[in-house]
């Protein structure tokens, strides 16, 4: 039997590392051909190619492009084609983080953080939407449990998930009944880089505010992201909650 992914292509954006990595590599691994966006993981998108490619010959590819370039979301759709010949899902996983304050909140901030976590995705979908009507395609979004419950001293990030989840819901409408469109919203799974992230006592008030009281997983989020695609052909418009029931006991 062939895998359930034989033959599709899928766009993972910020799709080098962490989260991004893992939900390229399960969907190769159902038999996607995979294009890794990334914009300055070169190295660690290009050894993802490299070793999905070793499992099954051209089946992977790079494409870089900076999210806050208008021209970005025609390039990476037209790499895709270019490489594949098709598109039929668009994993919109890249992400900014970072803290804007009241007080501390800045232009810049609101550009960089609103342009890669709301906008980009909005208009590389805009980019899909024809090839993806075509093959009867489908958009995953990765949300986050805190576009519901803002993340304080995380302002412009909060509202930029805020409407990711808006924007998930809306085009579900716009692009049906061809185009499936649903989301993902993940809790604690990886750790961000900053400093205070590394404390160890706001990590245990985290997973103790966690109904599983551990963190998750990459995979975790990556299997649900399968799921979407492959085992849901009647939900479009939703968004599933990957947080160990976090979001019920904040």
């Known amino acids: 039997m062939k895998p359930p992914l034989h033959g599709k292509t899928v766009l993972v954006t910020g799709g080098a590392r962490r989260v991004g990595a893992a939900i390229g590599s399960r969907l190769h691994a159902a038999g996607a051909n995979v294009m890794i966006h990334y914009r300055a993981s ?22 870089k492009g900076d999210l806050l370039d208008d021209k970005t979301p025609r390039v990476l759709v037209a790499a895709c084609i270019a490489e594949f010949g098709r598109l039929d899902t668009l994993v919109n996983n890249a992400s900014t983080f970072y803290p804007t304050p009241v007080g501390r909140m800045s232009e810049r ?29 489908c958009i995953i979004n990765i949300v986050d449990i805190h576009a519901d419950f803002p993340l304080k001293d995380y302002v412009i990030y909060s509202i930029a998930k805020g409407g990711l989840a808006a924007l998930t819901r809306s085009l579900a409408r ?30 245990k008030n985290i997973v103790d505010r966690t109904l599983l009281k551990r963190v998750g997983q990459p995979d975790d989020i990556a299997r649900t992201v399968e799921f979407l695609m492959t085992g849901a052909p009647y939900i479009t418009g939703q ?10 006991a904040l």
């Not at 953080?113 to 024809?130: D, M, R, S, Y």
């Open 174 to 203: 716009e692009l049906a009944p061809a185009v499936r469109v649903n989301g993902v919203s993940p809790g604690p799974i990886l750790w961000p880089d900053a400093t205070i992230w590394k404390s160890a006592g706001t990590r």
């Open 42 to 63: 070169a190295s660690d998108a290009r050894a993802l190619a490299k070793s999905l490619n070793a499992m099954r010959a051209d089946s992977a590819a790079c494409v």
């Open 239 to 248: 968004i599933i909650a990957v947080d160990g029931g976090r979001s019920i």
């Open 109 to 137: 901030a609101w550009r960089e953080l609103i342009g890669a976590n709301l906008k980009a995705p909005l208009f590389i979908a805009q980019a899909a939407a024809a090839e993806l009507k075509k093959r009867r395609g």
